[in-house]
């Protein structure tokens, strides 16, 4: 079973999407998203003039060796644009796996560990007033656990609103050249404790509650925010500080308790070795779309279970539904699975992409369908062509260029 063609599939059904579609020589078909946010035509392009032509008269089944051969042969590793295109190629494999075999993917790494997947949702609000209310329309959906976030008075923008009232899909991107967002932090450290006490109080104990501080904080601003929210019992506080100095991380981790979890940015089992190995984090959030695919995913699993560490992938709506069902296929193996990212989609994505998992009783479930689950409608996809979107960037009130 060898690979008769590679075709990449550029649409924007309520956002910009990238599509690797495979197709072997007895006419399966495989997909794999390559969606990049604000950069989705580098992977494309990389993709198209670099990836496809090498996958051409290649065995489909080789998985591995495919892997070491985009990763290797290609001299000049790692990075965004890279892993996200050898992701695709690796999930697009593997849902051919699947499908040859008639089993999802789960089934092929060893069979489910669970009966469903944890999910959280993202409760949000222009006020608390408001942002309790979107807890609520979670909780009553049967949400076992919920991201929040309300915007900070006195900034004009927050990241992380809805962008039209409660139950919208959060979509950042949301410009042709990037927007200038301002950010004060004391504002911020003010807001956000007084912001989880108030859901607490209203909704008590009985779910899971976390919320995403995207970069923003110093090493020492983020040990003053897990301390200031220990007494809420956070299931995680996301991305405290920019994870490039990975020590900063023990610092935090020397003044709270409160569980940390990072990981959407990184690319590669070495974005994340020192954080995993010194039991700096407690849940690392790299994605099947981003880091390499299933095969690489799974080994940065791998060795965060030898340490502790549980798995918390990032899964927000600029990850295309194949992404997520390829996530939740490997979700459903690995022993120490946390929880997953579920933003969900904008519309019209499910006219381009039909899916088999389905949301019950607070968990995700993949379904059995052989491979990953999803299937791409290209006629539907050529009516959304792509819209050039860039995600914000965010200044200091004296103009200083500040993390996002």
Known sequence: MRISSAEV??????????TLKITTS????????ATLNGRELAVAAYLNEHVCPLLVGREAGAINDTWQYLYRGGYWRRGPVTMTAIAAVDCALWDILGKSAGMPVHRLLGGAARDGVLIYGHASGQTVDELLDDVASYLDRGYRAVRVQAAIPGLDSTYGLHHSGTGATYEPADARLPTENVWHTPAYLDFVPDMVKAVRDRFGYGFHLLHDVHHRLSPLEAAQLGKALEPYRMFWIEDPTPAEDQEAFRTIRQHTTTPIAVGEVFNSIWDCQHLITNRLIDYIRASVSHAGGITHLRKIFELAELYGVRTGSHGAGD??????????QLDMTVPNFGIQEYMGHLEPASEVFRTRYEFRDGYMHPGDAPGLGVEIDEQAAAKYPYDPKYLPVNRLRDGTMHDW
């Open 9 to 18: 599939i550029v649409t924007c059904p309520g956002r910009n999407y990238v």
């Open 26 to 33: 007895d006419g399966i078909t495989g997909l794999g998203d």
């Open 319 to 328: 990850l295309s539904p194949v992404s997520f069902a390829a996530a939740l």
